[in-house]
């Protein structure tokens, strides 16, 4: 029975893993939509802004700014509610209405930037995060894209969350591969206790990584590595799988209508990427990260 809390922040983590079987292949899904928020970052959002806060980084009457696909912002909108931060989250023309709306509906402002192959241009969303926190001393960005305190938030919450969850059983991890928070973070902490499980990277097949630096469009959202960052910890990682936005939005479907499963694109992708590993290595005990809801994509979906 869960307690009575605080606030909601209080109640982020301690997400359900339910089985999931295709044919003769099954894996357990971690409903990380389950959070507040409506998403995993919920977990590496908060633990950003804790820790900016208890080292002077971010003060009362501070403003947050950063950059976001949309769970991200909508993360870091509904802590600054609770605790008293105005925040801007710049957000490209890729995000769904779902997205983009409720960041709004937190009491945060958005500014539109328009979709940019490379995140070093100069009119990407992380870019024009970056001037607006440069012009103003009186705020904070996380900068969830480089900042290695993104996979801390996941290294002392999801990864000691699955080592439970499983009794210590869980044998693979897999999940989707954006800023590279959520497998490092946790990936490096089940290492920790087992070295032998394995832990899976899925990015999307036109990434900046799967295409050798010669990225092309693709529109499931949240995933896929598009930069060099500090925060993908290429050590933990054994192996990465790619998917292409059809099987994707495919096997989202599928995992709606079969399973009771409202899934996002990102999740789709990880579903797609476990049923084909568990086909060819049928592992004892599979975990995967579903990131967020299909709720904030009807939309588009």
Known sequence: MHKLYNNVLDAIGNTPCVNVTFNDTHFYAKLEYLNPGGSIKD??????????????LLKPG?????????NHGIALAMIGAIKNYPVI??????????????????GAQTIMCPATTFLEDELSYHSQAK???????????????????NAQGHYYSLGPELWK???????????????????SGAGKFLKEQNSEIQVIAVDAQNSYRSTNGNPQPYHVEG???????PVLNHNVIDKFIAVNDDDAFAIMHLLSK??????????????????????????????????DSGRAYLSKC
């Open 258 to 291: 079969q399973h009771g499963i409202l899934a996002g694109p990102s999740s789709g992708a990880v579903a797609h990427a476990a049923h084909e590993f568990c086909k060819n290595h049928q592992p004892e005990c599979m975990v995967a990260i579903f990131g």
């Open 165 to 183: 969850q499983s009794n210590g059983k869980i044998t693979h991890l897999i999940a989707a591969a954006g800023t590279g928070g959520t497998i």
């Open 43 to 56: 977990r590496s959002a908060l633990y950003l802004i804790e820790h900016a806060e208890k080292n002077g």
């Open 223 to 229: 995933m896929g590595v598009d930069f060099v960052s």
């Open 131 to 149: 001037k607006l926190h440069e012009q103003d001393p009186h705020s904070f960005m996380p900068n969830q894209y480089f900042n290695q305190v």
């Open 89 to 106: 989250i710049t957000v490209s023309e890729k995000i769904s209405k779902e997205k983009h709306d409720a960041i709004k509906a937190y």
């Open 62 to 70: 501070y403003t947050i700014i950063d950059a976001s696909s949309g």
